[in-house]
């Protein structure tokens, strides 16, 4: 999610591709180093791997890439993200819808009452865009479950960091039921070839905030790029060039980069706490 932007259009789906073969690193633990299977992205700053133009984004601007590659490349986040971490065997589409629709919608309507009925046509319209890929020819297709809105920085920041809140996570819980019952729909409806799979966020998301230390995480909460609350933006300046926010001396202890995106340490914890799931096992390995 691009937060305070209205970037939704973004979420129009753009596709970003990737050659997992080409890229620079090996995941610890993947085995298919080498192999040019493909992996198409459909969604937003939670994968992202620098396709956001650079006008719009402070993702470009420093301290972004500072831990990885040391330089701003429009990753939102220090280093790494999600997608960095798939190794495939076969070519799958991911989309991620992460948050920005509601930010859309807190900007231009607000209305509490009026979120369960967006949260429900959202999903739906999710769903239609899932089946169209699968249209499209690709064997798989992957969704993500949303991540615990609540525990985000930008949602914490009133506790001092401190405690998730349970209102923002009770919507994030209701966006994901609805999800799971549609995708469960759709393989139902296709129990030879069940090809729909969501990646439960949420899960992981909690898991690694309630045991930061399994992951050698201190700073579960409180994000690494940050400033006053309510008006900063990581990577911005102010018109004599000072910069408006600080960045932690360890960006490899905290699980938070900026106000909603995990660090590179936090993708990873992620991505471990997923690599044993069985979505994760059935993208990697059938
Ligand atoms: C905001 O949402 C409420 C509830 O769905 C709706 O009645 C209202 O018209 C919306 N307002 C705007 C400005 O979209
Ligand atoms: C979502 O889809 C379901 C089933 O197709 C339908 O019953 C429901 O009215 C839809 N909800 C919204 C808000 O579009
Ligand atoms: C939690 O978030 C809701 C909006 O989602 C907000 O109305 C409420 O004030 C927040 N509660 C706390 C304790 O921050």
Known sequence: ?????????????????????????????????????????????YCDTGNIKKAIANSWKDPYGVTFPGKP????????????????KNSVALVSVAGNDYSYYLTTNGSLAGIPSFIASLVNQTTIDLIRLKKLGVKKVVVDGLQPL????????LSSFKQCNSTANALTN???????????????????????????????????????????????LKPCCTGAIGGY?????????VKKYTV?????KAFFWDDVHPTQAGWNAVFHELKSTKALHQILHN
Do not use: W
Request: glycine share 6%; net charge neutral; charged share 20%.
């Open 174 to 220: 209701l966006h994901n039921s609805l999800l799971i019952q549609s995708v469960a729909k759709l393989n139902q409806e296709n129990k030879d070839h069940p090809s729909f799979i969501i990646l439960d966020f949420y899960d992981a998301f909690l898991s690694v905030l309630q045991n930061p230390s399994k992951h050698n995480i201190e700073n579960p």
């Open 73 to 88: 490349v429009g990753r939102f986040s220090d280093g790494r993200v999600f997608t960095d971490y798939l190794d495939l």
């Open 248 to 252: 932690c001396d360890n960006p490899k």
């Open 233 to 241: 933006k990581c990577g911005s300046v102010d018109n004599n060039n």
């Open 150 to 157: 609540g525990c985000l920085p930008f949602a914490t920041a």
């Open 1 to 45: 999610m691009y937060s305070y932007n209205k970037l939704f259009t973004l979420l129009s789906l753009f596709a970003i591709l990737y050659l997992s073969g080409q890229r620079g690193f090996q995941v610890e633990g993947g085995k298919s180093k080498h192999a040019p299977k493909k992996l198409f992205v459909f969604g937003d700053s």
